[in-house]
Each structure stands twice: as structure tokens, then as C-alpha cells.
């Protein structure tokens, strides 16, 4: 069981967003997982500009880290994404990996895999971006289990309580991860977007040819 921890925040060690998804990580670590963690800020990763060649060849022109990003996110079973609250967002460095995933959400390419979401926040916000970065996984294909999200302003000390959150989260997710725990309104989630993106990479079958080619070979739901 392998789960990846990638933290949105730009504020490497001093960063609170770590402390939670190292939190859910840990609390995975002792239900049994392998654990990695990574900072996107510490990744070169260009933005989008939106060329859909990757909807063609499968592959992104641009020379940076996102490749083997990505690559540690298809060998995961389990996936927390974590980012403070940047003016009601996730942090400019995390979007510009996930801007960057749109032929993954048209081959749902999570699919089979679980996830979950932290955040912090200075005044508010925190529960909103979770619920985004929770969002963003269940659209790319793969089952959410949660969220972990604090605002600190008022009260600094809120990060501890949060932390055992985050761990008890990281132990729940290794659970499902393990027992293939299944969400039904979530299954209907996951069959609608299939069928939407059958439809749209069928409609574009001769310029996307890589697309067409990935759901082929799958059999229909």
C-alpha cells in the first residue's frame, strides 16, 4: 500500500499545511502504508497553456518536474493533497500541477484510487479548500475518505487537535485503501463522470488519438 503526500504550501519547513499532511501520513505509516512526502513548491512546474497536446500523444512538451510528479501519483494507492487557503484557493504552486492533469481527468486515471484533503487558513477558508482538493481527486477518478481543515488565526494552538484529526485521517484512509471500501453516492459520481468522458474523448477521436486509445482498452462500467 503506497501513499503519497503532497503539500501545496510555498513555506517549506515553516509551513502548517506540512505538519497536517505528515500527520495524515504518519497515522497511515502505522496502519501499515508506505509512506512518501513531497513539497510541490521544491518542483519546477510550468503552467498550463492549454496546447491539449497531451490529449493527442499522452505527453507534455514542457520540460520541468511534472512528469515524475506524476508518475509518483499513478503508482499511489491512496493520494492527500493538502494547501493553506490563498485568498479562498489552493496556493498557486499546487495549481499548477493540477492544471496540468486535464488528460488524466479525461482518461480518469485515479480511478481505483482513494484520497483525502487538509487545509489551513489564517482567517477562514480552511473547509473550503479541503472540500476543493477532495473535489479535484473525485473528478479525476479516485474516492475521497475526508478532510482535515483549521483556521488559525484566532487561536495558533488549534493546529494541535487538528494534527490527531489529521493522524486519525491517515489511519482511516490506509483502512480503505486496504478493505477497497466503497462509497455508493460517490460510485454514481464516479459512473457519471465515465460516461461524460467516454462521450467527450469519442467526439474527438480523431485528434485525440491517445485519449481514444486509453479508453478502448477499457471496458465499459
Not at 519547513?13 to 505528515?22: H, I
Request: glycine letters at 10%; a negative charge; one cysteine or more.
Amino acid at each position: 500500500m503506497r501513499i503519497l503526500g503532497i503539500n501545496g504550501s510555498p513555506r517549506g519547513a515553516a509551513s502548517r499545511t506540512r505538519r497536517l499532511v505528515e500527520a495524515v501520513l504518519q497515522g497511515a505509516a502505522a496502519a501499515g502504508a508506505e509512506t512518501e512526502y513531497l513539497d510541490i513548491a521544491d518542483r519546477k512546474i510550468r503552467p498550463c497553456t492549454g496546447c491539449t497536446l497531451c490529449y493527442r500523444t499522452g505527453e507534455c512538451p514542457k520540460v520541468d518536474d511534472f512528469a515524475a510528479v506524476y508518475e509518483k501519483m499513478l503508482a499511489a494507492d491512496a493520494i492527500v493533497l493538502g494547501s493553506p487557503n490563498y485568498i479562498d484557493n489552493v496556493s498557486a504552486q499546487l495549481k499548477l500541477l493540477l492544471d496540468r492533469m486535464a488528460d488524466a481527468i479525461h482518461c480518469q486515471q485515479f480511478a481505483g484510487k482513494y484520497g483525502c484533503a487538509v487545509s489551513t487558513a489564517g482567517g477562514s477558508g480552511a473547509d473550503e479548500v479541503a472540500a476543493y482538493l477532495n473535489q479535484t481527486l473525485r473528478v479525476l477518478g479516485a474516492t475521497t475518505i475526508g478532510a482535515v481543515g483549521v483556521v488559525l488565526g484566532p487561536d495558533p494552538d488549534a493546529l494541535f487537535p487538528a494534527e490527531e484529526r489529521a493522524y486519525r485521517l491517515g489511519t482511516n484512509l490506509a483502512a480503505a485503501v486496504s478493505e477497497g471500501r466503497r462509497y455508493p453516492e460517490q460510485e454514481a459520481f464516479h459512473k457519471g463522470m465515465e460516461e461524460r468522458m467516454r462521450f467527450l474523448v469519442e467526439a474527438n477521436k480523431d485528434e485525440w488519438k491517445h485519449e481514444y486509445d486509453c479508453w478502448a482498452g477499457r471496458p465499459e462500467a
